[in-house]
């Protein structure tokens, strides 16, 4: 299974974005992205908590992430 770290996403995210996220906003994005992917049925809290916790997401979760994040 290919992952990708917390920290690989966040720096794709700002790259697109042409700055860096504080802390803050970026704890913000997963906190949206958490009741968007429950309301959706994709992810439960629970999943992308522990994603957080060990500090990568599966390609499918980070994929959905990012699509999140940029729209």
Do not use: V
């Amino acid at each position: 299974m290919q992952r990708y770290t917390i920290n690989e996403i966040r720096s794709e995210l700002e790259q697109r974005r042409g700055e860096e996220f504080t802390d803050e906003e970026f704890k913000t994005l997963l906190a949206g992205f958490k009741d968007h992917a429950e309301r959706r049925g994709t992810y439960t809290r629970q999943a992308i908590n522990l994603a957080i916790r060990r500090g990568w997401m599966s390609s499918q979760m980070a994929h959905f992430f990012k699509s999140y994040a940029t729209q």
